[in-house]
C-alpha cells in the first residue's frame, strides 16, 4: 500500500486514489444509453474537463495511463482547438505515467521520482478543456483513464510549486470496478464550489459502485425552475444537470475566493395578503443565496402531503416572492384557513446527484472547508426509493469521525438503492430560519347561509343565535355585524367586532316581533353581504317573556332541629316555583323536592360536621322557564365545642419568645379570641398570641362566636404550662487510641462532645473526604499526617451554636522512616552520615527506636539540568521573530511577566527568560539591534487629494522588480501596477472607490535575487 504525503504536487490520481491500493479511474465516456457523456470532444461543455490558467507565466504539465493504451487529447479554449496530442504508453515516453507514485509526485520539474510530462504555454488566462479522443480499436466506447495528472506551475517563480486547486470539471465520471469488494472502495475527497463562493468537501468514504456519474447543483435532480421539494428527492434512472463546479483539490484562494455567509438584513420582512387568497414576500439579503420558503396549510405536527415549500434564488437586495394560494396537492387553501409560514434562507446550498452507485455501506463525511464555520448537517429523502431500501433524513445528520458518515446503502447490480437510480444528499454551509408565524388566507366574507336559533324564544335564559357556516369563511374571529329590527325596519342594535354567535337580552328592547341578520368583514378586504334571505332581511323572532326569581339572600345558617325559611320571588306575577334538593353529608335529614312558596323543612344534623343542603328553584309562567337559582342552608350539629392551644416550643430557650395558637381554629369568621396568662388578661383579639414567657407562666384561650350551636356560644382551652431552658454553646474533641500509631496498626478516633443533646450526629472526613457518618467514633489505617475532622450537629434545645468541629492529625511511625527529596543539579544533602552529591539511597541507623522508627532511608533524587538556548545575538529584520525557550515540564517567566514557553518578537531589545522546574530554574538572553527597513507596507490611506497619503504603494529599497494587484471584498481585481510609485490612487474603474478593507498580492524583487511574495488588506480612508 502506498500512502501519499500531506503536502500536494500534483492534481489528478494523488487525490482520487489517495491509497494505491484502492480503485479511483476516470471514467471517460462519449455516453450513450443511460450513462452521461464525460472529458471528451463529443461532450457538452458542462460535461467537459477544465484546467484553469490565471496568468502568462504558467504552464500546464500533464502525464495519463488508460491501461496501456495511447491516448489521444487536445486542448481548447472557447472553442478553439490549441493544443493536440498522442500519448504512447512506453518507459521513456513523454507523457506517459507508469506507477502511481509518479502521478503522486508530480512532473520532474517538481520531483525526480515524478514522470516526464507533456508540456503546454498557454498565452491568455483561462479555463482550458482538456477533451479526450476516444478511437476505434481498442478503445470503442469509453477510456478508463487509470492513472493522471495535470498541473499548473508559475514557471517566473524562482522556486517551483504546483498551484493546487484549478482541475476542475461540472460533471464527472469515475469507475470502481467492483460494487461488493471492500478493497474495490472509492476513497477520494472532491471540493464543491457553490455559487455564493461556498466551498466543501465531499469526503466518499469508501463508497462502491462500478462506474458513476457526479454531479453538484443548488436544486437536486432538475434545473431551476423544477419545484425545490420534489426535485431534491432521489428518483429512478439518470436525473443530472450540471451547475457547480468540482474540484480534486481546495479551489486556488486567489481565482477563487471565499465567499461570506449572509443574513436577512434587519427587520426587512414584509407579507402582504391578497383578497384571491394569493401572498406577496419582501425582504432583503447581503448576499446571494437561496430561500426556502415553507407554508403549512395542515397545522398538525410535521410536515403534512398538504404543506408546501418553495424555493426561490435570491440576490443582494430586496427580494419578492410570490405564492399562488395553492398546496402541495395543487388545491386552494380555503379562504379564511390559516396557515403557518416558515422562510428559511441558505447559504452554499449544495446537493449531490449519483447515479448507478451500488453500495454506500459507511456514508458521507461532509466538511466545511472555507469559510470556516458551524459543522456541516446532512439531508437526504429517498421517499420514491422507499421499496429500494431508501431512507428519510430531514432533521439533519452529522457525521462521527473517521468514518461513520451519513446516507449509508446497501445493494448490488441491478438491485438496492443506487442500482440504476440517482440518490441525492443535500447540505449547506449556514443558514437563517424565520418563523414569520400564522396568517389567514384572506377574501371577502362569503355571505350567510343561515341563523340558528330559537324563532319564538323565552327571554331567560338569553337565547343564542349563530351564523350558518360557522365561521363564515372570510371572517376574522371578530369580523362580524349583527342588525336586530323590529318589522318597520327600525334598527334596535347594530353589534360591530362580534363573534359568530351572539346572545340578546329582548327585554332591553320593545315588545313585539324582530329580524335578525348577519354579515361578515375583515381589515384587508372589507364587508360582504348580509344575510340570510333573498335580499338578506335577516330571520324573524317573536320573543316570550320569561319569569326571573330576585331574592336577594341566598346563604342561610341553622343550627340541627331548626326549620328553614326562604320566601321565593319573582318579578312576574303568578310565576310558580319548582325545587330539587341536595344534601352534602347523609348526616341530613329532613329536606326533600317539592313547590311549595316559602320553603318550610325542618332538618336535623346527626353529624359532628357543618354540612348543607342546596335547593335549586325553577321559576315557571307558561310557556317559560326562568334561569335557575340555588339557596344553600348550613346546619350545624348540636356539639360540645373542643378548643386546644398548642405552643410553638416548651420548654422555651431562655430570653426567646413563644406563639401560642388555638389548633386547629374553631368559631368561624367572627369569632372572637381572649388570651390570659397567670390570669391576666393578655395578647389581641386574635387565633395566635406570641410574647416572651417567664418560668411558670400558665396560659388560656377564651372563645367566644354567634356561629356555635352550643350553649352561651363560648368555650375555654386547655392550661398550658411553660418552663425556660438556658442557652449553652455545642463542643467536640476528638482523640487517637494510640500516639503515635506504629506503621501497619489501625487507630480509633474518639469524639467527646460536650451540650450534644439526646441524639447528636457526627460526619467524619479524612483527607478532605467523607469517611463516615453518625457514629461517634471513627476506625482507619492511617499513613502519616492525616488530617482526621469530626463534624457534631447538637440537637440540644437551647443553644448558641449548634456545630461544632475538631481536627486532629494522625503520627504514623514505622522501623523504617522513609524521606524522598528531588534536589537541583549541583546541590548537596546530609544523609548516610555525609553530605551526598549523587542521586542513591542512604540509610542511618539509629541508636536506640524513637517512637517505632530505627532506620532512616533516604532517597535521593535530582532534576535533570535544565536547558534553554534562546540564540546568539543578532538584528531583528523584516519579520517577528519567535524565542523558544521550550522545556518538558517546565515554568517560564519572561522579562515582561508572560509565561507561555515561546516568545513573539517584534521590537529590538533584550529579552531574558527564567524556567523553572520545580524549584530549580536557569536563566538566558538574548539582544536583538535594530535592522534598517528595506521594504515596509502601509495598513491604510486617506486619498482625499490633501497631499498627504493620497496613494497607497511599499516603501522600498534596492528592489529590481515589482507587481501590485488590489481586489475588493468580492474577489474583482480593481488596479494592477508594476512600478512602485506613484502606487494606487483609491480609484475603481475611474471613480472614487468607497472607504473599505481591499485585498493587495505584491511581487517583489531585491538586488540579491531574493524573490518575494506579499498578500495583505489596506483600509482605504475617507
Excluded at 484553469?52 to 487529447?73: Q, Y
Amino acid at each position: 500500500m502506498l500512502l501519499l504525503p500531506l503536502s500536494l504536487f500534483a492534481e489528478g490520481t494523488k487525490q482520487l486514489k489517495p491509497d494505491s491500493t484502492y480503485p479511483g479511474d476516470l471514467w471517460i465516456t462519449n455516453g450513450g444509453g443511460d450513462r452521461r457523456c464525460f472529458a471528451t470532444d463529443q461532450c457538452d461543455p458542462d460535461q467537459k474537463l477544465f484546467i484553469h490558467i490565471a496568468s502568462p507565466g504558467e504552464k500546464i504539465f500533464m502525464g495519463f495511463n488508460a491501461f496501456g493504451d495511447p491516448v489521444t487529447f487536445k486542448l481548447t479554449l472557447n472553442g478553439t482547438t490549441v493544443f493536440y496530442k498522442t500519448v504512447y504508453y512506453g518507459t521513456y515516453s513523454k507523457g506517459c505515467i507508469l506507477y502511481h507514485s509518479q502521478a503522486a509526485a508530480g512532473p520532474l520539474i517538481l520531483d525526480p521520482s515524478g514522470y516526464d510530462p507533456v508540456t503546454f504555454v498557454p498565452t491568455v488566462p483561462g479555463d482550458y478543456s482538456i477533451e479526450f479522443i476516444i478511437q476505434s480499436p481498442p478503445q470503442s466506447q469509453q477510456i478508463a483513464m487509470q492513472i493522471f495528472d495535470i498541473t499548473v506551475i508559475d514557471t517566473t517563480q524562482s522556486t517551483l510549486v504546483a498551484i493546487d486547486g484549478r482541475l476542475w470539471s461540472k460533471n464527472w465520471g469515475f469507475n470502481t470496478y467492483n460494487n461488493t469488494n471492500p478493497g474495490q472502495a472509492f476513497l477520494a475527497t472532491q471540493y464543491i464550489l457553490t455559487s455564493d463562493s461556498i466551498i466543501t468537501a465531499l469526503n466518499y468514504n469508501h463508497m462502491r459502485g462500478w462506474n458513476f456519474d457526479v454531479t453538484s447543483t443548488r436544486n437536486g435532480c432538475f434545473p431551476w425552475p423544477s419545484r425545490w421539494d420534489s426535485s431534491c428527492m432521489s428518483r429512478h434512472g439518470n436525473h443530472h444537470y450540471a451547475e457547480y463546479k468540482i474540484f480534486v483539490s481546495n479551489p486556488d484562494t486567489l481565482e477563487y475566493p471565499t465567499g461570506t455567509l449572509g443574513n436577512i438584513l434587519g427587520d426587512t420582512v414584509g407579507i402582504t395578503r391578497n383578497c384571491d387568497g394569493t401572498f406577496q414576500f419582501s425582504f432583503a439579503v447581503n448576499k446571494r443565496g437561496d430561500v426556502n420558503l415553507t407554508i403549512e396549510s395542515n397545522l398538525s405536527p410535521g410536515i403534512q402531503p398538504e404543506d408546501l415549500t418553495i424555493k426561490h434564488s435570491v440576490l443582494p437586495g430586496i427580494n419578492t416572492l410570490h405564492w399562488d394560494g395553492l398546496n402541495a396537492l395543487g388545491e386552494p387553501v380555503p379562504c379564511g384557513d390559516s396557515v403557518a409560514i416558515t422562510m428559511n434562507y441558505i447559504n452554499g446550498l449544495t446537493n449531490i446527484a449519483l447515479y448507478d452507485v451500488e453500495t454506500h455501506p459507511q456514508g458521507f463525511i461532509i466538511d466545511l472547508v472555507r469559510p470556516s464555520g458551524l459543522p456541516i448537517a446532512t439531508y437526504w429523502n429517498d421517499t420514491l426509493l422507499a421499496n429500494d431500501g431508501g431512507s428519510t433524513q430531514l432533521d439533519g445528520c452529522y457525521a462521527i469521525l473517521p468514518d461513520s458518515g451519513c446516507h449509508k446503502w446497501t445493494g448490488g447490480v441491478g438491485f438496492g438503492l443506487g442500482s440504476q437510480n440517482t440518490v441525492n444528499t443535500w447540505w449547506y454551509a449556514a443558514s437563517s430560519l424565520l418563523d414569520l408565524g400564522r396568517f389567514r388566507v384572506e377574501c371577502v366574507p362569503l355571505v350567510p347561509e343561515g341563523i340558528t336559533g330559537p324563532a319564538t324564544p323565552c327571554t331567560r335564559p338569553i337565547p343564542v343565535y349563530t351564523v350558518d357556516p360557522n365561521p363564515l369563511p372570510g371572517c376574522e374571529s371578530a369580523g362580524y355585524e349583527w342588525v336586530l329590527t323590529d318589522l318597520s325596519g327600525s334598527v334596535l342594535f347594530d353589534s360591530v367586532d362580534a363573534g359568530p354567535s351572539i346572545g340578546i337580552d329582548f327585554l332591553a328592547y320593545p315588545a313585539g316581533p324582530k329580524r335578525l341578520k348577519i354579515r361578515g368583514w375583515n381589515n384587508l378586504c372589507g364587508e360582504g353581504s348580509f344575510g340570510p334571505g333573498s335580499n338578506g332581511e335577516g330571520i324573524r323572532i317573536d320573543p316570550v317573556l320569561s319569569p326571573m326569581i330576585i331574592n336577594n339572600e341566598r346563604l342561610f345558617s341553622i343550627c340541627s332541629g331548626d326549620t328553614t325559611n326562604i320566601l321565593l320571588q319573582s318579578d312576574i306575577a303568578g310565576t310558580t316555583f319548582s325545587y330539587s334538593v341536595q344534601a352534602s353529608s347523609s348526616n341530613l335529614t329532613g329536606q326533600t323536592p317539592g313547590t311549595q312558596n316559602p320553603v318550610r323543612q325542618q332538618i336535623f344534623n346527626i353529624g359532628t360536621t357543618i354540612d348543607s343542603v342546596v335547593y335549586s328553584v325553577v321559576p315557571f309562567v307558561a310557556p317559560c322557564y326562568g334561569d335557575t337559582v340555588r339557596f344553600v342552608v348550613s346546619v350545624s350539629p348540636l356539639d360540645t365545642l373542643v378548643c386546644l392551644i398548642q405552643a410553638s416550643s416548651n420548654p422555651v430557650c431562655e430570653g426567646s419568645t413563644v406563639t401560642l395558637r388555638v389548633d386547629p381554629p374553631v368559631g368561624g369568621p367572627a369569632a372572637h379570641f381572649a388570651w390570659r396568662v397567670n390570669g391576666a388578661t393578655a395578647g389581641s383579639d386574635s387565633v395566635e398570641y406570641t410574647y416572651t414567657p417567664m418560668e411558670g407562666d400558665t396560659v388560656q384561650c377564651f372563645i367566644t362566636s354567634e356561629e356555635f350551636c352550643t350553649p352561651n356560644h363560648q368555650a375555654v382551652s386547655n392550661s398550658l404550662l411553660l418552663h425556660l431552658q438556658p442557652k449553652v454553646p455545642a463542643g467536640i474533641e476528638i482523640t487517637p487510641s494510640a500516639i503515635p500509631v506504629c506503621e501497619g496498626d489501625s487507630v480509633i478516633i474518639s469524639a467527646n462532645a460536650m451540650n450534644g443533646g439526646l441524639l447528636p450526629t457526627y460526619r467524619w472526613w479524612l483527607n478532605g473526604i467523607i469517611a463516615g457518618s453518625y457514629d461517634s467514633t471513627f476506625s482507619c489505617l492511617p499513613d502519616h499526617n492525616d488530617q482526621v475532622i469530626c463534624q457534631m450537629i447538637s440537637n440540644h434545645g437551647c443553644l448558641i451554636d449548634s456545630i461544632a468541629t475538631d481536627t486532629l492529625y494522625v503520627m504514623v511511625a514505622g522501623p523504617v522512616r522513609h524521606i524522598d527529596t528531588v534536589l537541583c543539579s549541583g546541590s548537596l544533602y546530609f544523609a548516610g552520615g555525609n553530605w551526598q552529591s549523587s542521586a542513591g539511597l542512604y540509610y542511618d541507623t539509629l541508636p536506640e527506636p524513637v517512637a517505632c522508627i530505627s532506620v532512616i532511608e533516604t532517597n535521593i533524587q535530582y532534576q535533570p539540568e535544565i536547558m534553554v538556548n534562546l540564540g546568539e545575538d543578532k538584528p531583528l529584520c523584516n519579520e517577528p521573530l519567535i524565542l523558544n525557550a521550550f522545556f518538558p515540564g517546565a515554568a517560564y517567566l519572561w522579562q515582561d511577566g508572560s509565561s507561555d514557553s515561546i516568545y513573539l518578537v517584534t521590537e529590538p531589545g533584550v529579552y531574558y527568560v527564567h524556567v523553572y522546574v520545580d524549584e530549580c530554574s536557569r536563566t538566558d538572553s538574548i539582544v536583538l539591534d535594530e535592522c534598517p527597513i528595506k521594504f515596509w507596507i502601509p495598513t491604510a490611506f486617506t486619498p482625499n487629494g490633501d497631499g498627504l497619503n493620497d496613494t497607497f504603494h511599499p516603501v522600498g529599497t534596492e528592489i529590481t522588480g515589482y507587481s501590485m494587484k488590489i481586489f475588493n471584498r468580492w474577489g474583482e481585481m480593481i488596479f494592477e501596477t508594476r512600478t512602485i510609485e506613484p502606487g494606487w490612487d483609491g480609484t475603481c474603474h475611474g471613480e472614487p472607490c468607497k472607504a473599505d478593507t481591499y485585498v493587495y498580492l505584491i511581487h517583489y524583487k531585491t538586488a540579491s535575487g531574493e524573490y518575494s511574495q506579499v498578500k495583505g488588506n489596506i483600509s482605504l480612508i475617507r
